[in-house]
């Protein structure tokens, strides 16, 4: 007997525009707001379907995870779609998250490197894997500590999925409000995954010109 579908939270939070111009938008994405249609109808609604209703050329060049909320950008035609996908491809957008982790870290700033790969058996799980992951690299700055949590500064250079969750896991500090990979301590230190896109900057795919966006987190 197949397990009943899951069924995503219907996020009520509005969808706030940053930025608009002919060629894109920036956007703020709640959390427990898919970026894309999940499978089943019941989870139809998403960032990018309600966002049509009002830009009907509107269309989805990259992601933030469900409970991630934050900063993206959103191509309103062809050939914007195009220049920025291939600006992710070849790693030339810049990106930074807050995320406030589990226990107190050490080191103000510091490197994670460690390869990402699909945990078959767990998905849709992620898993730390030499042999057959791919190279992820996270760079991280302490803005805050207290007692029991620091807040952090997130650079992912590289974008896996899941790769901020993870690799601060295995730094042994764990985002909290994490379902899928902090420990039960972690996870019920906080209402919801405390990690936000924060800011992202491209070339503008007409001008040419750098392009930056920010969003300050609500945590």
Not at 9 to 27: F, K, T
Not at 178 to 202: G, I, K, Q, T
């Amino acid at each position: 007997m197949s397990e009943p579908p899951y069924l995503v939270p219907h996020s009520r939070e509005e969808i706030d525009i940053l930025y608009e111009d002919n060629d894109l938008l920036m956007v703020r994405k709640p959390t427990l707001l898919l970026s894309i249609p999940g499978r089943h109808p019941l989870n139809k609604d998403c960032l990018i379907t309600r966002l049509r209703q009002r830009f009907p050329t509107a269309s989805i060049v990259h992601r933030l995870d469900l409970d991630t909320s934050g900063i993206m950008v959103i191509p309103l035609n062809k050939a914007s779609h195009a220049h920025l996908s291939r600006q992710f491809q070849e790693r030339r957008v810049e990106k930074a998250y807050h995320a406030i982790v589990y226990g107190v870290v050490r080191d103000d700033t510091g490197e994670i490197n460690l390869p990402i790969a699909r945990d078959w058996h767990n998905s849709p799980k992620q898993k730390i894997c030499s042999t057959s992951g791919k190279a992820a690299l996270t760079r991280f700055e302490v803005l805050s500590r207290a007692r029991d949590r620091s807040r952090l500064l997130l650079t992912p250079i590289t974008g896996r999925s899941h790769q901020l969750r993870i690799h601060l896991r295995e730094l042994g500090h764990p985002i909290l409000g994490c379902d899928m990979y902090a420990h039960n301590e972690a996870l019920n230190m906080a209402p919801r995954l405390m990690l936000h896109a924060s800011a992202l900057a491209f070339a503008h795919p007409s001008t040419g010109k750098w392009v930056s966006g920010e969003c300050a987190p609500d945590f």
